[in-house]
């Protein structure tokens, strides 16, 4: 194999298909869109940025403004989580369209993340969102296609090929060489694209680690690099295989529809009907059978809080909750949330679960279908994807867990054991107290986390890509030139 | 003549593939939406075991006092899903199709949403709508791409020219051959989904049937006019999929993002942080002024006044009032965004079929969001009606035993559409028309 064929042959691909007339039109156009969805997204994202961070600072002050008050009280009056958005999302918005954007955290219970943009939003959010990645794995493999169909098939009809291989061009260096070419053509789209990308660390001040940020993007870029190599050298293989260009483009649309349309969608259809997760009313349901089992700290009767009652009257050596050095039901309350989170979350943690079972046949068919292993990687590393979301939501009830029994300590230490109600100026704690209640500070997952969670979606790209170069390296013979 | 263009139809390969496909994908998409019917109906079923149970408990745990049990108490209202909605799941997977609520401030607990996964929710449904609106085109477009262009390209159509017979005519004969088994392979797909979704023959059934046809024939026009142009199969092949991609993947996506970031709904979280603020201040400020609000909305409560120190469910209900009446101005702007949205995309869908073929399913199968909003209307209904009732139980505190706990089941709420076919059909048949006048005009000038 010479070096310097490949070369020429790319050049000469790059060269033709660089002059084409079709080509400078779909490049404006594609390079037009991406002007549009960047700049789009980002006002979107800043909109959306100055919307949550205007609403928690709201929610904030008008918890600090709360006057004294008794503390279960405010622990009713409870917190907004806003979920802030990763600045990686102006380009792949994942599946941020459907995950809340409000939880309410209070006392005892333990409430949805409501108010997501698809609940507000018509059927036509189905169709999917516009970003930059959308471009990326769905729009621009089919330019490829268009592109790259009749590389070799249109050689094959026009009998051109049997005049390289006289002149002693193999087949080896004619499917590396028009490989290379259209990856050079297709740089010319996804430049630009990973450029708009790496505009978002530029301009990024969004208090983030910016390092961490960057990782992020250099390993987007990177995916995606590869992914477009395995592209084009599929497009040629296909082309040199087929025996005419209209078969070469049936063959790719068809790939085209069926791994990135529906093998998607199937999977995903078939992981929710092997593994169903509760509805809301069972899992409510199993949540509240666990905890009459362990016991209901609501419950007056109840024998599990009646025994550590008796308990806590023989430690302090008195007959009634009402001589015990601090508030009972404060002391109560805190055991109950105690107990009752715990039983949430080892639910929450089921359906969690039962959730990502019902991802894992997507996950796992990433090592036949490069776009899902693209989708997947994309939208962890620009931190929209599904663990993100449940980091936030275990966040979230990790926050609400320590809030409550803040609250309730404050009832323990300062309120008086003979208060029998909330009401009124008498049973409270000074508002000093709520604004040093720590804010609710969100956390990304880490870049370390996102890549180990992805290993395999890293793995599946590598291997696609040394599998396609082989094909094209030790199995060139199997390409007929007729 | 019709019989060896039927013989030459069935010999290719491409039409046994786009049957096998569509086939497997329908039979897959059908059971898909039995599958979602059936766990909704599971959870209604589960719901109303659930309220008897849930009402004897509390009954039991506070029937000294009806205020507290009524702190407690939740009452389920159910969107019940039609069955077509197995065939358009539309945004009914997103929205919960059950309330559970308590007559304290509804705000806080109407938008609370169901379990569903998220991952599922970005990908979208594999339903028989999403397979009649993206992949029956891309068949019609694999069927006639090359119908033409291929003889041309064999040699064939010069035989065909020379046999005298009008070209025009044989063309047409080609394509209805292909219209027709479009058609079939549909209408199995629609009995299908009859029979294992248990469709009723309503109205809805058959505009849903209607604006599917349409909807093909849009289909079928659009190709007729990329055909009679005269290109290569290749070109056609790339003119045709650049429609569809334009039409069906890029347009609607360009669509909803300039309705979602025309229209942000902020309002949402200002509105949820208004109505739990206006509750929770009741607690420290004027109780007479929180009880001059509370009797100004319900008039024949004003007779049970609250003394100004002590606490009592008059007025605790009465600052539960506060949280949703006050917050109204921040429900009707959000309200109002929504509406907006609905329109905007209503609107503009009238221009491009597949985005109106998806609506109007949506709106039949009473699965959009203008359903979901007449929803939580009902909702906010019902809840009054809770309301209304036990108010005065309350504020009387009458004894617990002396309600008929047994008739709280849960309520159905009852959905209408308001469809209507004509304005429906009319942007797409006149688009169809438009295209099949000026493919003929073509066609005879050459």
């Given at each position: 194999m010479k070096k310097s064929v490949v070369i020429l042959i790319a050049k000469q691909f790059f060269k033709k298909t660089f002059n084409s007339k079709g080509l400078m039109a779909l490049l404006t156009i594609f390079l037009l869109v991406l002007i549009y969805v960047t700049v789009d997204g980002w006002n979107a994202f800043e909109a959306n940025h100055h919307t949550i961070e205007h609403h928690q600072d709201k929610a904030r002050k008008s918890w600090e403004d709360n006057p004294d008050k008794h503390p279960h009280r405010m622990a009713h009056f409870g917190t907004f989580a806003f979920r802030t958005q990763h600045p990686l999302r102006i380009f792949d918005?994942?599946?941020?369209?459907?995950?809340?954007?409000?939880?309410?955290?209070?006392?005892h219970r333990q409430n949805t993340a409501n108010f997501s943009e698809a609940s507000l939003s018509t059927g036509l959010v189905r169709f999917g969102d516009l970003n930059i990645a959308m471009l990326l794995q769905l729009i621009l493999p089919l330019i490829?296609?268009?592109?790259?169909?009749?590389?070799?098939?249109?050689?094959?009809?026009?009998?051109?090929?049997?005049?390289?291989?006289?002149?002693?061009?193999?087949?080896?260096?004619?499917?590396?060489?028009?490989?290379?070419?259209?990856?050079?053509?297709?740089?010319?789209?996804?430049?630009?694209?990973?450029?708009?990308?790496?505009?978002?660390?530029?301009?990024?001040?969004?208090?983030?680690?910016?390092?961490?940020?960057?990782?992020?993007?250099?390993?987007?870029?990177?995916?995606?690099?590869?992914?477009?190599?395995?592209?084009?050298?599929?497009?040629?293989?296909?082309?040199?295989?087929?025996?005419?260009?209209?078969?070469?483009?049936?063959?790719?649309?068809?790939?085209?529809?069926?791994?990135?349309?529906?093998?998607?969608?199937?999977?995903?259809?078939?992981?929710?009907?092997?593994?169903?997760?509760?509805?809301?009313?069972?899992?409510?349901?199993?949540?509240?059978?666990?905890?009459?089992?362990?016991?209901?700290?609501?419950?007056?009767?109840d024998p599990h809080f009646n025994k550590l009652r008796d308990s806590i009257l023989k430690v302090y050596n008195v007959t009634d909750v009402k001589d015990l050095p601090f508030n009972y039901s404060g002391f109560l309350m805190s055991k109950g949330e105690e107990q009752t989170a715990l039983i949430y979350n080892q639910e929450q943690d089921k359906l969690i679960k039962s959730y990502k079972n019902q991802n894992s046949i997507t996950n796992g068919l990433v090592i036949f279908n490069p776009y899902l292993a693209i989708k997947n990687l994309s939208m962890s590393l620009s931190g929209t994807d599904f663990t993100t979301y449940v980091g936030f939501l275990n966040q979230t009830e990790k926050y609400r867990y320590k809030q409550s029994q803040y609250m309730n300590e404050l009832q323990m230490k300062f309120i008086s054991n003979k208060a029998t109600t909330s009401e009124g100026k008498v049973h409270v704690v000074g508002q000093e107290y709520w604004k040093s209640a720590p804010k609710f500070e969100y956390q990304f997952l880490s870049v370390s986390k996102t890549i180990k969670n992805q290993l395999f979606a890293f793995v599946s790209l590598f291997v696609w890509f040394i599998v396609s170069c082989i094909i094209m390296i030790k199995f060139s013979n199997r390409f007929k030139i007729i | 003549m019709y019989k060896l263009l039927i013989k030459q139809f069935f010999r290719s390969k491409t039409v046994l593939l786009a049957f096998g496909i569509l086939m497997l994908l329908g039979i897959l998409g059908i059971s898909t939406g039995?599958?979602?019917?059936?766990?909704?109906?599971?959870?209604?079923?589960?719901?109303?075991?659930?309220?008897?149970?849930?009402i004897e408990n509390q009954v039991h745990l506070h029937k000294d006092d009806i205020g507290l049990l009524l702190y407690y108490l939740k009452f389920s209202f159910i969107n019940n899903l039609q069955p077509t909605a197995g065939i358009a799941i539309g945004q009914s997977?997103?929205?919960?199709?059950?309330?559970?609520?308590?007559?304290?401030?509804?705000?806080?607990?109407?938008?609370?949403?169901?379990?569903?996964?998220?991952?599922?929710?970005?990908?979208?449904?594999?339903?028989?709508?999403?397979?009649?609106?993206?992949?029956?085109?891309?068949?019609?477009?694999?069927?006639?791409?090359?119908?033409?262009?291929e003889e041309e390209e064999n040699g064939t159509w010069k035989m065909v020219t020379?046999?005298?017979?009008?070209?025009?005519?044989?063309?047409?004969?080609?394509?209805?051959?292909?219209?027709?088994?479009?058609?079939?392979v549909l209408a199995v797909l629609f009995i299908l989904a009859k029979v294992i979704l248990s469709i009723p023959f309503s109205s809805?059934?058959?505009?849903?049937?209607?604006?599917?046809?349409?909807?093909?024939?849009?289909?079928?026009?659009?190709?007729?006019?990329?055909?009679?142009?005269?290109?290569?199969?290749?070109?056609?092949?790339?003119?045709?999929?650049?429609?569809?991609?334009?039409?069906?993947?890029?347009?609607?996506?360009?669509?909803?993002?300039?309705?979602?970031?025309?229209?942000?709904?902020?309002?949402?979280?200002?509105?949820?942080?208004?109505?739990?603020?206006?509750?929770?201040?009741?607690?420290?400020?004027?109780?007479q002024e929180t009880m001059k609000k509370f009797y100004a909305h319900y008039p024949q409560f004003s007779k049970y006044k609250v003394e100004d120190k002590g606490f009592s469910w008059v007025w605790y209900y009465a600052m539960q009032q506060m949280g949703d009446d006050e917050s109204k101005l921040e429900r009707s702007q959000m309200y109002d965004k929504i509406e907006k949205r609905a329109e905007l995309s209503k609107q503009i869908a009238q221009f491009f079929p597949p985005l109106q073929?998806?609506?109007?399913?949506?709106?039949?199968?009473?699965?959009?969001?203008?359903?979901?909003?007449?929803?939580?209307?009902?909702?906010s209904d019902f809840h009054e009606r809770k309301r209304l009732d036990f108010y005065p139980r309350i504020f009387e505190n009458e004894n617990v035993n002396s309600v008929d706990w047994k008739n709280y089941k849960p309520e159905f709420f009852k959905a209408e559409n308001n469809f209507s076919l004509i304005k429906t059909i009319i942007p797409i048949l006149l688009l169809t028309l438009i295209l099949l006048g000026s493919s003929l005009l073509i066609h005879f000038r050459k």
């Open positions: 918005s994942g599946i941020e369209s459907y995950t809340g954007n409000s939880i309410f955290l209070e006392a490829i296609f268009f592109i790259g169909y009749a590389a070799i098939s249109s050689e094959k009809e026009s009998g051109t090929l049997k005049i390289y291989y006289t002149q002693g061009v193999t087949m080896k260096e004619l499917l590396l060489g028009k490989s290379l070419g259209l990856f050079l053509i297709v740089a010319l789209f996804f430049i630009p694209a990973l450029l708009a990308l790496w505009s978002i660390a530029l301009v990024d001040d969004f208090h983030l680690e910016n390092a961490a940020v960057l990782v992020r993007i250099i390993l987007i870029s990177i995916c995606y690099i590869i992914f477009y190599a395995i592209l084009c050298s599929l497009t040629i293989i296909i082309s040199g295989r087929s025996a005419n260009s209209n078969k070469a483009l049936l063959s790719l649309l068809g790939g085209w529809l069926l791994f990135f349309v529906i093998i998607p969608k199937t999977s995903q259809v078939v992981g929710n009907s092997i593994y169903p997760n509760l509805s809301k009313i069972e899992f409510r349901a199993e949540v509240e059978e666990e905890v009459s089992k362990k016991g209901d700290s609501h419950d007056p009767n | 039995k599958q979602f019917l059936n766990q909704k109906q599971t959870a209604i079923e589960k719901t109303t075991e659930k309220q008897r149970k849930h997977d997103v929205n919960p199709h059950i309330q559970n609520v308590k007559i304290l401030n509804l705000e806080g607990q109407k938008y609370d949403t169901d379990l569903v996964n998220p991952m599922r929710l970005q990908v979208g449904n594999l339903d028989l709508s999403f397979l009649i609106i993206f992949l029956f085109p891309l068949v019609i477009i694999a069927l006639n791409f090359n119908i033409l262009s020379l046999q005298g017979k009008s070209t025009f005519q044989y063309l047409i004969m080609k394509l209805s051959i292909r219209l027709v088994f479009v058609s079939i809805d059934f058959i505009n849903m049937i209607i604006i599917s046809y349409i909807y093909i024939f849009f289909w079928f026009a659009l190709c007729f006019f990329v055909i009679i142009l005269r290109n290569s199969s290749n070109t056609n092949a790339i003119t045709l999929l650049t429609s569809w991609l334009v039409l069906v993947v890029f347009l609607p996506v360009l669509v909803n993002n300039y309705i979602t970031n025309k229209y942000p709904v902020g309002e949402a979280l200002s509105m949820t942080i208004k109505q739990r603020d206006e509750y929770h201040k009741r607690w420290d400020t004027d109780k073929i998806q609506l109007s399913m949506n709106t039949i199968a009473n699965t959009s969001l203008a359903q979901h909003v007449k929803f939580l209307n009902a909702t």
